[in-house]
C-alpha cells in the first residue's frame, strides 16, 4: 500500500540538541499531521497543517508544510529526554483521500 | 471527555477462534476508522466508517469486519483469527471530516496475539 517516505528512521542524540526529520510523497496531500507516540501508547496528535508554506510551532515543535505540497518536516529544538518516542508523519489527501503514515522516526535522547 | 477508548487493552488467541475489538468515542465524531500497526510497516488502514451505518474498505481489510450501528460505537471482529494478525490495533476518530481541519485522534490500542 501507499506509505510515506520519512526520514530518518531513527535519531540518537545528546540532550539539548536539535532534531530534523521530514516526509516527502510522489502524492500531493491536503493535510499533513505530526504524531508522537510513546512505548505501549496511541499516536498523540502533535502539530496539524492545512496550507501548503505553513509554518506551525507547539512549544519546541515546528513543523512546516512543504510549497509543492509533497513534503513536510518537524524540527525540535533543545530535545530533552522526554522526547523519546516515535514520531510519524500522516498526509491526507492524494489518489485515495485516505490518511496515509510514513513508517516512523525512532528518537532516542541521551540525558 | 474520555475521548476515544479500546477494549481489551491485550489479547491472546488461538488460530481459527473468533473476536471483537470494541472502540468507542464521545467526541460526536462522524469518522472511525482502524488501524493495524506492525514493526517497520507504520499504521495502515484496516476499515472506516464516514458515519452510522456507512462502512468502508481500507488498505488491509481481508480477515476483518466492521460495523457501525452507532455514532459512538465502532467495533472491529476478527472472523477466524490467523497469526498474521498479530499486531497492534488502534482506533481513530476525527471531525470534520472531508474539511480543511479534520485531524484524527487515537485510542490506546489493542494488542494481539494469535497462537
Redesign the interface.
Known amino acids: 500500500g501507499q506509505q510515506l517516505n520519512q526520514s530518518p528512521q531513527s535519531m540518537f542524540i545528546q540532550e539539548g540538541e536539535d532534531v530534523s526529520m521530514n516526509c516527502t510523497s510522489s502524492s500531493i496531500f491536503n493535510t499533513w499531521l505530526w504524531y508522537k507516540q510513546d512505548p505501549g501508547e496511541g499516536p498523540v496528535l502533535l502539530i496539524a497543517l492545512y496550507k501548503a508554506g505553513e509554518l506551525t510551532s507547539n512549544g519546541r515543535l515546528t513543523a512546516q508544510f512543504g510549497i509543492t505540497r509533497k513534503d513536510s518536516f518537524l524540527n525540535i529544538s533543545a530535545s530533552i529526554p522526554s522526547d523519546v518516542g516515535i514520531y510519524f508523519c500522516a498526509g491526507l489527501g492524494g489518489a485515495t483521500n485516505k490518511l496515509i503514515f510514513g513508517t516512523g522516526t525512532l528518537l532516542a535522547v541521551q540525558p | 471527555n474520555a475521548g476515544?477508548t479500546q477494549t481489551p487493552k491485550f489479547q491472546v488467541l488461538k488460530t481459527g477462534q473468533s473476536m471483537t475489538l470494541q472502540c468507542a468515542q464521545d467526541m460526536n465524531h462522524e469518522y472511525m476508522?482502524w488501524?493495524r500497526q506492525d514493526p517497520?510497516?507504520?499504521?495502515?488502514?484496516i476499515h472506516?466508517s464516514v458515519g452510522a451505518g456507512i462502512t468502508d474498505q481500507?488498505?488491509?481489510p481481508n480477515g476483518y469486519n466492521v460495523s457501525r450501528s452507532t455514532t459512538e460505537d465502532f467495533p472491529l471482529r476478527l472472523l477466524s483469527a490467523a497469526p498474521s494478525q498479530t499486531s497492534v490495533y488502534?482506533c481513530a476518530s476525527s471531525y470534520p471530516r472531508g474539511t480543511?481541519?479534520?485531524?484524527?485522534?487515537?485510542?490506546?490500542?489493542t494488542r494481539l496475539l494469535v497462537l
Do not use: A, D, N
Not at chain 2, 517497520?40 to 488502514?45: F, S, T, V
Not at chain 2, 480543511?100 to 490500542?109: A, L, R
Open positions: 476515544v476508522s488501524y517497520g510497516m507504520g499504521l495502515r488502514l472506516y481500507g488498505e488491509v488502534f480543511t481541519k479534520e485531524t484524527q485522534y487515537f485510542g490506546p490500542g
